[in-house]
């Protein structure tokens, strides 16, 4: 890799941040639209010091164990669950996210599915595209109300909070979040939210949107059970990860119309979705796009960069996870 040290980019990132890393690294870069294998993405880590992942490369103790000059991964993503951060740690790897940049432009999209799915924007869609649209009636396409509505959160951190914000400020809604720490005074008034049990939260929501990381904590948070404690004229929004909803009950309790609708940006498997999805009309279905404006996935890319940059040239790193590793 030559003199300067080498960066590795798992997947295509525009040419300014390719740009922006080469000022310092020698950079190689995936640029193929597949995620690499672990084998592959050790294969190309080979005697390189850093890497720019996605929510889709697995960082584990094999990986690093088969790349032992990597000194930081940078996960172009906020969420991180595709770091084993116990492996990291004890491997003295520095590990980074990009918190921040996307926050208001999730929490958009999270509006952008909830309207979508509370006034069955697509459904209605594909009725108009299929040609038939040669009836009329009172209650076709009758959805649910959003504004003044109950608007239930659950994980309130930045993006929650945000979401927060757009639903009592901009929607009148009353909201209420669940979380495993309670905000203090002055931000829950600032959300206009309040604090509920997860019971309560599941009962009153009349939109449920989900918000929190994934963990094998978090994992089938939503499943059957707590369906069956929703009304069922609520609609639940999933843009936080997949897992965290059990996919099959889910779709199983869309059909049945134990709730509403659903509005899903993440699945189990992704880039897989479960096929029972696919068939029930009441859902709406994104492919991971919450963060999708090019002025954010920009910035998303150039924070995981600089974060990069900083650690190597002077040992502290912009947005660390662990940020009691340091170098040597
Ligand atoms: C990313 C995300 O687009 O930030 C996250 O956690 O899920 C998305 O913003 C995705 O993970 C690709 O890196």
């Not at 294998?37 to 697995?58: C, D, I, K, N, Y």
């Not at 509505?149 to 400020?169: C, D, K, P």
């Not at 492919?287 to 999708?292: Q, T, V």
Request: aromatic content about 6%.
């Amino acid at each position: 890799t030559g003199s300067r040290p080498g960066i590795f980019i798992a997947r295509k990132v525009f040419p300014e941040v390719v740009a922006r890393l080469g000022e310092h690294f020698d950079v190689e870069m995936n640029d193929t639209d597949h995620v690499l294998s672990p084998e592959q993405l050790a294969q190309r880590l080979q005697g390189r010091v850093g890497v720019l992942t996605t929510g889709s490369e697995r960082v584990d103790a094999a990986l690093l164990a088969a790349c032992p000059e990597l000194k930081i991964v940078a996960n172009i993503a906020v969420g991180y669950n595709n770091f084993d951060m116990a492996a990291i740690n004890a491997a003295g790897v520095l590990a980074t996210n990009t918190p921040d940049v996307l926050t208001e432009t999730t929490a958009d999209f999270g509006f952008a599915l909830l309207m979508a799915t509370a006034r069955r924007l697509t459904e209605s869609e594909h009725f108009l595209r299929a040609g038939q649209w040669n009836r009329w009636s009172l209650d076709m396409f009758a959805g649910a109300e959003v504004h003044g509505s109950t608007l239930g959160i659950l994980g309130m951190g930045r993006i929650g909070q945000a979401i927060a914000r757009r639903g009592a400020h901009g929607f009148g809604m009353n909201v209420i979040y669940h979380n495993r720490s309670r905000l203090d005074g002055a931000l829950e008034a600032e959300c206009k939210a309040r604090y509920v049990d997860k019971a309560e939260l599941l009962r009153c929501a009349d939109h449920l949107m989900l918000v929190l990381p994934y963990s094998p904590e978090s994992h089938h948070s939503i499943g059957a059970a707590e369906i069956a404690q929703m009304k069922p004229s609520a609609t639940l929004i999933n843009i936080a990860r997949g897992g965290i909803v059990d996919d099959a009950a889910l779709a199983h309790a869309l059909r049945e119309k134990r709730i509403a609708a659903a509005g899903l940006d993440v699945f189990e498997g992704e880039p897989k979705v479960h096929p029972d999805l696919l068939t029930v009309p009441n859902v709406v279905l994104t492919p991971h796009i919450a963060s999708a404006t090019l002025g954010t996935r920009m910035a998303m890319a150039m924070l995981a960069a600089d974060n990069v940059i900083a650690y190597l040239t002077q040992g502290k790193a912009l947005t660390p996870l662990n940020p009691e590793v340091t170098r040597e």
